[in-house]
């Protein structure tokens, strides 16, 4: 066998991995999440790449031999986290037990070691294979040597080739380091050439081969400007190729014989495990061998039994439904699998369905069963006759409680998040798109089995990980109860007025043909008005405006660039009309009729219940929440929404300023809770305050300026976004900005507060300890660590306002029930909730509904609720 060095720079390894997971600790209190994600990467590597030689070579301090040339170096790099920092002793612990040799050189860097070992390899004929997240490294990618690059988290890897470097960047591997010459390095404070970036620096490269060969001919360069920043800073371009170089001929006092790859120790990596609390990790080990993802997996013990009887179904039960679509409401299920103490079984479809003893188990509350998306499994199964109850464990909610941004698409991919081997993943089992097919019923079987399997196996991990995160009671109390709630509103469904939707769509139409009529008028002639291309050859050749922006096929016609000109021409607001009115046609009018149950007149969207990072619910076919009613055609489509029966009609209630009485109460902000127990409206008292007025002298101008501030505080605004939003001067809206946080001086310590929260955790929470991790809070790019800190400022609120309305769902639900009512819950749309009901009932809903929202908790402000009611959603504003 050929031999095969994997070199991995250990440094860069533990930093992606533990800014990739979550903070995790063992029973001791000691952070284990850095050591959990290399552990993962070393078995995926052992089992991917099969070395012969391997070894993980480690900085040795923070000064090396470039610091000499440059003081600067890395200047600006923030502390390590001492969360990651007592880590690295674990990991050089992990690294002895796989017998996995490492190494560290003083007053060289991980890199120039790396460089050697595989400069030495390459001569000899060994197969190398370099893992590192830091792209300095692919300047080694040589015919024998392929560097593999960390994209996100430590599993998403992009494979460096020469190949590959000639078709990402059009250059060859040594060529890397006159790019980084020119361009510099940010991350490794690496000056290179002001005003030079990644496109010009290729650009510059591929015309003249080589940094030197450039600074040699700057007067051939185009363009006057460059070829003055070249001349200027042609000493640090230089100083900046030779930083970027990775030395090869470091004095690494090894021999590749030293590196020979024998095997892990199983006692040393079991100890090394179990003190770690990595408990799934532990049951990979057998034998001396880590059975780990593409291996077989072992053989499972399963019945199809003839007759489906009661006695199956012993004690707790793990229930898995297969739904071969997305679309639950509509598409067929093709099989059920069911796990327990007893044994494990497949169910045919149509055996399930025809079996009374399976029903009778199914619709038994007192029978808990654990699943993977509760909802799902009762609405697909309630639309064929069968009400699935006692579902009290769902596996997809307790994984998206524990971490909202690791999303799966199914339930193999969420095991591996919690170091468990599932089946196949359903894309690969199934297929994609027309190849996508069902595989024989033995097959078939074996797949479901081992989820039902695999549902038992995920409880115990995912509760234990929910209790230590204090996340038990969102869980149980929050999440499970609304999943029912959810089933049932999707269930029932909303009727549509088709005949209304239709006749708006006629007028929609002709309103397009006027305004399509115009723009040819105005072009001088016709032409494909939904075409960018000819649409940039009219506006910017023929019309000539300016071209504010250009892609790699012509001009750019996006609506930011159609905003930016829109006063320069007549045309240019026509067309911005042209593609709202045509979105609204196709997306909505003919969207809504096209999605609707051709027999009931009902649309049945999808709440996604187990997506945003924040907690908010979202719908799909359709998406019932992005309806854009800011336009008035837009508005008039909630005209079609309707009551189902005779006699009904649709109650709305929505939250007044919800996030805004959050902030009040997160912040503690004296002024802000004055203000809303007193009942102020809060812009004409923000204005008050900002502006130093009384409430008669508050403009309208004023008070709009005081609104947009307020709002964006709730989503982290920055001057930037304040100026784009109310059309002044980002130094005035800086001002505006200054002044509202010396007003309300809780708001400010907040914000100050939670983004020092976020840096030490790793996370924010809301107030039911909803968490969000942002990674991206210690990041060295700007641009990435400004927008964390803006979504660590808004997630706790907007965050804890989803909490509040998913807690008056669930309490509403209950509360008609008690009352025994028929209203129904139809919709949640963000901060509003929708029924339908009998006209009688509607004095009792004005009664009830404020009731149950404005106390589904209690925050240090009043929460205030609107109402209103009428024939279609529309009129119930």
Known sequence: MANKLVLIDGNSIAYRAFFALPLLNNDKGIHTNAVYGFTMMLMKIL??????????AFDAGKTTFRHAAFGEYKG????????????FPFIRDLLKAYSIPQYELENYEADDIIGTLSTRADKEGYEVKVISGDKDLTQLSS?????????????????????????????????????????GDASDNIPGVPGVGEKTAIKLLKEFGTLE??????????????????????????????LATITREAPVQLELSELEYEGFEKDALLKIFKELGFNSLVDKIDDGEVQEESLELEEISYEAPEEITAELFAGENALYVEVLDDNYHYADIIGFSVSNEKGSYYFPVEKARQSQAFKNWAEDESSKKIVYDAKRSEVALRHRGIHLKGADFDVLLAS????????????SELAKLHGQRGPEPDRSFYGKGAKRSIPAEEKLAEHLVRKAVLLMDLKETLINGLKKNEQWELFTGLEMPLSLVLADMEYQ???LDIDRLQRMSSEIRGKLEKIESEIYRHAGESFNINSPKQLGVILFDKLGLPAIKKTKTGYSTSADVLEQLAPKHEIIQEILQYRQLGKLQSTYIEGLQKVANKETDKVHTRFNQALTQTGRLSSTDPNLQNIPIRLEEGRKIRQAFIASEEGWVIFAADYSQIELRVLAHIAGDEKLIEAFREGHDIHTKTAMEVFHVGAEEVTSNMRRHAKAVNFGIVYGISDYGLSQSLGITRKEAGEFIDRYLKSYPGVKEYMNDIVKDAKQKGFVSTLL?????IPEITSRNFNLRSF?????MNTPIQGSAADIIKKAMIEMADRLKTEKMQARLLLQVHDELIFEAPEDEIEKLKEIVPDVMENAVELNVPLKVDYACGPTWFDAK
């Open 213 to 242: 060969t450039l600074l040699q001919s700057i007067d051939q360069v185009k363009g006057k400007k460059l070829q003055e920043k070249l001349s200027e800073f042609k000493d640090q371009a230089v100083m900046s190729k030779e």
């Open 400 to 411: 998206y409680i524990l971490n909202p941004s690791e999303n799966a698409e199914d339930l």
């Open 47 to 56: 089992e991917d790449e099969k070395p012969t030689h391997m070894l993980v």
């Open 788 to 792: 964390a800190e803006r979504t660590a």
């Open 493 to 495: 469904g909303v009727k």
């Open 769 to 773: 300890h909803r968490r969000r991790y």
């Open 143 to 183: 015919g024998t040597t392929t560097v593999s690059i960390t994209r996100k988290g430590i599993t998403d890897i992009e494979d460096y080739t020469p190949e590959h470097i000639r078709e990402k960047y059009g250059l060859a591997p040594e060529q890397i380091i006159d790019m980084k010459g020119l361009m």
């Open 76 to 87: 600006g790099r923030q502390k390590t986290p001492p969360e990651l920092s007592e880590q």
